[in-house]
């Protein structure tokens, strides 16, 4: 029998309890492979997809590095963020005050939250989506921030990833743990392994590819380096 996963209550609990370990706008997540990479990589690509954005929307912001790194390239007059964790979003709008933008706060799901049409230019998903579980859910999520987004605006997703090819998962999974394993040790990859298996459920990239067109976006692969990959979508 498949073990059951987490609950949304339990997640919240983990992560309220973690703060500082996802305030580091050098490193990102150092549990995540090219954090720093793709904090760059995704704020640098959004300004040239969506060059005149005002309106962010920071799903699953943690302490908000994302929100922190594209405020850097550009202003926004809006600010929305997401976060199951009270915590997180403490530390969040701290962060991000001095940017001057307005700022919004939602402690919630990302599959419980109202979200209305063609109201943000930018959406950033990162380490977040993965806690979805059903492929409906995934679907349902893609089309929901397919209409929050207005005409030209841009959605980019940071996260933990699977592979469809049973041996290409085995060869990046234990790819990853070798990288874990030399931030630390062995336990701390065990650690890290099993609040995966507790709590997570990723798709691969041709499933959210997929998903993304089917919702309406342009969708493209923007960089991957084991079980990490980050998406760009744009909406026509």
């Not at 930018?122 to 409906?136: K, P, Y």
């Not at 207005?150 to 699977?162: F, Q, Y």
């Not at 999974?173 to 630390?184: D, I, M, P, T, V």
């Not at 067109?213 to 380096?225: C, E, P, S």
């Amino acid at each position: 029998m498949t073990p059951a996963k987490a609950t949304i209550e339990q997640i919240r609990a983990r992560f309220d309890a973690d703060v500082e370990r996802f305030s580091n706008l050098d490193t990102g997540q150092m549990s995540t492979q090219d954090a720093a990479i793709v904090l760059e990589m995704i704020a640098n690509a959004a300004r040239r997809v969506t060059p005149n954005a005002k309106a962010l929307l920071d799903l699953g912001c943690g302490a908000g590095n994302f929100s922190l790194k594209l405020s850097q390239t550009a202003p926004f007059e809006k600010i929305t963020l997401v976060d199951l964790s009270a915590n997180m979003l403490d530390r969040a709008v701290e962060r991000l005050t001095p940017t001057g933008a307005e700022i919004h706060v939602e402690q919630s799901d990302i599959r419980d939250i109202d979200l209305e049409s063609e109201s943000h230019d930018l959406i950033v998903a990162a380490a977040v989506l993965h806690h979805l579980r059903t492929e409906l859910e995934w679907a349902t999520t893609f089309r929901r921030l397919f209409q929050t987004l207005r005409p030209g605006g841009s959605l980019w997703i940071w996260d933990l990833i699977e592979h469809d090819i049973p041996g290409l998962q085995e060869e990046m999974w234990h790819r990853y743990g070798e990288y874990l394993a030399s931030l630390k040790d062995a336990s701390y990859r065990d650690q890290v392994f099993a609040y995966i298996a507790y709590e997570d459920s990723p798709r691969s990239v041709a499933f959210q590819l997929h998903h993304l067109r089917a919702a309406g976006f342009k969708a493209d692969l923007v960089h991957k380096n084991g079980c990490f990959a980050a998406i760009g979508a744009w909406k026509p």
